[in-house]
């Protein structure tokens, strides 16, 4: 059973960081892209970050790119969000998942990915 536990969410002043750790369990996680999503109440799950298993192709949301860096440690089964230069509207839960494709390929659509965790929460306050 494949199984993603996030950590490092917490409270931030804008213009801070917090660097969030997803552990993978029960899948070849070397093998599968991995991505974080974001949700926000009222509003649907958004795509943040996404990296190949190798990790050569890396996608960033436009609201986060040049602050936001996923990275992946494969002999740890982890991978990393960091975020820097926070912002209130990067106030959410983090989600990370993996991707159903073998191949290992990253994608920006929530709808290519099938295992997720149980978010963890981000606050940024002004």
């Known amino acids: 059973q494949v199984q993603l536990r996030e950590s490092g969410g ?3 002043q804008a ?3 917090l ?3 997803c552990a993978a369990s029960g899948r070849t996680f070397s ?3 991995m991505g974080w999503f974001r949700q926000t109440p009222g509003k649907e799950r958004e795509f943040v970050a996404a990296i190949s298993w190798s990790p050569n192709s890396i996608y960033y949301a436009d609201s986060v790119k ?3 860096t996923i990275s992946r440690d494969n002999a740890k089964n ?3 969000l960091q975020m820097n230069s ?3 509207e990067d106030t959410a839960v983090y989600y990370c998942s993996t991707s159903h494709d073998p191949r290992g390929l990253a994608y920006v659509l929530e709808v ?3 295992y997720w965790g149980q978010g963890t929460q981000v606050t940024v306050s002004s």
């Open 10 to 12: 917490g409270l931030a």
């Open 15 to 17: 213009g801070g960081s």
């Open 19 to 21: 660097r969030l750790s």
């Open 31 to 33: 093998s599968y892209a």
């Open 66 to 68: 040049g602050r936001f």
């Open 78 to 80: 982890t991978v990393y």
């Open 86 to 88: 926070l912002k209130p």
């Open 112 to 114: 290519q990915y099938d």
